[in-house]
């Protein structure tokens, strides 16, 4: 019997996924976590189990593997994909063969370069990438690490900030698209519902009409002024078991080693459900993670307005990252949406010793259902002072994406670069040139010069948060 290649990867997670419930039905794992642990185990499998039979009742669009049939989905077709598969097992190879080599260099690398993007909300010291940074993003700044203020207890301000940004886009055409000023707010939190934190409420205030902009306009030069603040993450999340994370409402969009240049941009949103597990002495990988939901809605952002869509699916996403030491980060994922199918593969290498740069990034994205194609990007950081550090590299966007607004379809060249004054403010700079010099009404030339004032640095001086 023939089958079809796009049912292969389905299978592989398929596969993983029964393994690791099992892992975590095993008893020695049991044994280690406690009968405390075990109900949350439970806890954590009966939830996922209602996750699937929601799914099912729901169903999606466009002859979705669950509402075809195991047999239909196999055999209907016999076009294979091998890209999926090649990232799959690039993601294992990778992992097994770089482990052993970076034992003794992983600790003379310590600190060099941009690391895995993390959790980008958390006081810390680590660096990332300036294609990393997310809006209210605590890395753009100089580090800093406060202690815990007095509200702590009940609120967990992550993120405040406020920054204005110049923008200069040219189509294709000639034509000026962009030529103004415009603001930007983001405040990130969560209100604790018990003592440790495990139960909370999460909220994100930003600016930006749509589902990929982050700015509001400020009236100055092209646009008309733009005032609205929008909430657009509104969820409640629990950790019911170490390692394990549960979250339901308007969720964030979360990235694993892709960035927004191929992946979904960083001010998106989903309606639904997500799944992550974070136990790699018992499952291998960092970062296990499982998403259903609703994209859509991309002028309506706002969360209250969006949550009757919790109901609805047309969105499935399975996420796996896993670190090589300190040397390299590597991730794979794949995405369902309204009938697409895309596979997203990256890796992360510092390669400090080369001098020239001190990372190296690269994503790759394949399309395998609805207009097959696919697109890349790479990119290379390099700290020239200890406060400031430029990139750039080179795109190629095969369609109109819900991706960040500054990569849009066609081969592009980029610049940027981070100047992080102090704890406080930030200038961050972008600048992108097409190569293929299409005539058409897509952006060829941009330029982004912004500067960025951290209000949570002064927030957390009051000793309140």
Known sequence: MEVDGRALPILSLVAFFIGLILALNKPGCREVVGAESANRLRWVRHFLARLRTQHRRR???????????????????????????????????????????????GAA???????????????????????????????????????????HRWLDLQAASVATQYVFAKTGRGVTAANKQQYQVAVKGRFKLDAKGRVGINAGLYSGAIFIAGFNNTGLGMGEAQSNLYLKHLYLSALPLNGVEVQYG?????????????????????????????????????????????????????????????????????????????RAWVSTDYAFQSGMETWREAIRIRATELRVLDTFHAEVYEVSRIHPGYGFATYGEKAVLSRFTVGGGY???????????????????????????????????????????????????????????????????????
């Open 59 to 105: 169903g999606l669009d466009c002859g979705e593997p669950s509402r075809m049939g195991l047999h239909a989905y196999l055999v209907k077709k016999t076009h294979i994909r091998i890209l999926p598969l090649a990232g799959v097992s690039f993601l294992l190879w990778v992992s097994a063969t770089l482990n052993a080599e970076n034992r003794d260099v």
């Open 109 to 151: 690398a310590h600190h060099t370069g941009c690391q895995s993007q993390g959790k980008p909300d958390q006081p810390t010291n680590q660096t990332s990438c300036i294609v990393d940074l997310k809006p209210g993003d605590v890395r753009l700044f100089a580090p800093s690490l406060s202690p815990a203020g007095k509200l």
């Open 250 to 326: 308007s969720l964030d969009v979360w990235h694993d080693e892709s960035t927004d240049i191929t992946g979904y941009a960083y001010n998106g949103y989903v309606a639904g459900e997500r799944v992550s597990i974070k136990r790699p002495r018992e499952l291998f990988f960092d970062d296990i993670s499982v998403a259903y939901g609703y994209v859509g809605d991309l002028n309506s952002p706002n969360a209250i307005g969006r949550l009757y869509r919790l109901g609805q699916s047309n969105f499935h996403r399975f996420m796996l990252k896993k670190s090589i030491g300190e």
């Open 395 to 465: 795109a190629d966007i095969d369609r109109t994406m819900l991706n960040s607004d500054r990569f849009g379809r066609g081969k592009r060249l980029f610049l940027t670069a981070k100047i992080p004054i102090n704890e406080a403010f930030s200038i961050l700079m972008f600048a992108t040139q097409a190569t293929d010099h299409n005539a058409s009404n897509i952006p060829q030339q941009r330029v982004d010069i912004g500067f960025y004032y951290n209000l949570l640095y002064h927030l957390r001086k009051t000793g309140l948060f």
